[in-house]
């Protein structure tokens, strides 16, 4: 079975540019979240989707951030315009709507704004 | 709010010496708790988790954990490193009802020397 999967690996931008990030859940999980790691610090949360709908996005820095999850499979989340504290790498997790099953993460997007 | 602390940011311990790394957590209720893992170029895969039962957990890789009530702890534990153990760790805290954001410690490195 394929795990979470992120798209691109690595990105550089400038600042003021918008770049968008895609993340592929395992297939059936209907739960899919974002988080972010800023250098240095904690691995943050910011958003819950449950299938297309957005269950949580308490942890979304500001109204630069866009997270979509047209069908409730894959999920995107834009930046536009990035600014340089945007820098980090972004986290997708998917888990079952089971209770307490185990959010598995992909290998993240390093985002670079210079 | 819920909140976790990983007082060590960098560990350097021998090969084959044992290793125990630090979690302390806040959280008004019992927990479910989570180590996960980011190796080199890798994303976050999971070590081991808690949500009852049994307070000593074991995961892959041999390493285990014990579940502290009284002390708001769960300790990372393996009896003897390999190198390839050297690794990012990061201990997580989810809210019993499942299906929520996990909350992060700000991981410890782990360094192994010959």
């Known amino acids: 079975e394929a795990g979470v999967t992120q798209f691109p690996s690595h990105s550089v931008i400038e600042k003021g540019q918008t770049v968008t990030l895609r993340c592929d859940p395992i297939?059936?999980?209907?739960?899919l979240y974002w988080y972010r790691r800023v250098m240095g610090k904690e691995i943050k949360f910011l958003l819950h989707?449950?299938?297309?709908?957005?269950?949580?996005e308490s942890g979304m820095p500001n109204n630069r951030f866009l997270a979509e999850r047209t069908g409730g499979t894959y999920s995107t989340l834009k930046v536009q315009p990035a600014e340089l504290e945007d820098s980090g790498v972004y986290f997708c997790?998917?888990?079952?709507?089971?209770?307490?099953?185990?959010?598995?993460f992909g290998p993240g997007t390093r985002l670079t704004v210079l | 709010a819920q909140s976790v602390t990983q007082p060590d940011i960098h560990i350097t311990v021998s090969e084959g010496a044992s290793l125990e790394l630090r979690c302390n957590y806040s959280?008004?209720?019992?927990?479910?708790l989570f180590w996960y893992v980011q190796s080199p170029g890798q994303g976050l895969q999971l070590l081991l988790k808690?949500?009852?039962?049994?307070?000593l957990v074991q995961g892959i890789k041999g390493f285990e954990a014990e579940f502290k009530r009284s002390q708001s702890s769960f300790n990372l534990r393996k009896p003897s490193v390999h190198w390839s153990d050297a690794a990012e760790y990061f201990c997580?805290?989810?809210?019993?009802?499942?299906?929520?954001?996990?909350?992060f410690g700000t991981g410890t490195r782990l360094t192994i020397i010959p």
């Open positions: 989707f449950v299938k297309e709908s957005k269950q949580d």
């Open positions: 997580a805290v989810g809210a019993t009802s499942g299906n929520e954001k996990l909350t």
């Open positions: 959280y008004g209720a019992t927990p479910y």
């Open positions: 808690y949500f009852s039962g049994d307070t």
């Open positions: 297939s059936g999980h209907d739960n």
């Open positions: 997790a998917s888990s079952p709507l089971l209770a307490g099953d185990t959010q598995y």
